[in-house]
């Protein structure tokens, strides 16, 4: 698979992120469905339970370890994602954790397109941020 940055606009030199990306030669595509610090939990009407209520920096490792997972599961690593979208309820709060991002995605040594996006709510109140990711290889 080759990779060709597209940077046409100067901003986004200094960031862990291209603002496009030519992927050639990929033969398989893995669509990663939002990723969050959840859990099974039977006492919530939705099932569903957040381990760290307000605490965007446990939930967004968590989240991107979950993003880990998920590549793993189908034989691919970071190193194959092509894009990367954080949804979240509090921007300044993820933007202030933006560096634990960057560490991640460099670790892979790729820096795919990133869009955050700011949302009134998540699937569960106490939910914060999501990872949302495709992948191809």
Avoid at 57 to 76: F, I, K
Wanted: aromatic fraction near 2%; hydrophobic fraction near 50%; charge should be negative.
């Amino acid at each position: 698979m080759k990779r060709t940055p597209v940077n046409p606009l100067d901003w986004s030199a200094a960031l862990p992120m291209s603002q496009g990306e030519l992927i050639e030669g990929a033969s398989r595509r893995l669509r990663i469905a939002g990723q969050g610090e959840l859990w099974e939990d039977p006492d919530d009407p939705a099932g569903l339970g957040v381990g760290c209520p307000g605490d965007m920096a446990r939930q967004l490792e968590a989240a991107l370890s979950n993003v880990d997972a998920v590549l793993s599961a189908a034989g691919m690593a970071r190193r194959h994602l092509v894009q990367v979208r954080l949804l979240t309820t509090d921007m300044r709060a993820l933007l202030a954790e933006a560096d634990a991002y960057a560490a991640w995605i460099a670790e892979a040594g790729v820096a795919p397109p990133l869009t955050l996006i700011g949302v009134a709510a998540l699937v569960h109140p106490d939910l914060m941020v999501m990872v949302e990711a495709e992948a191809e290889a």
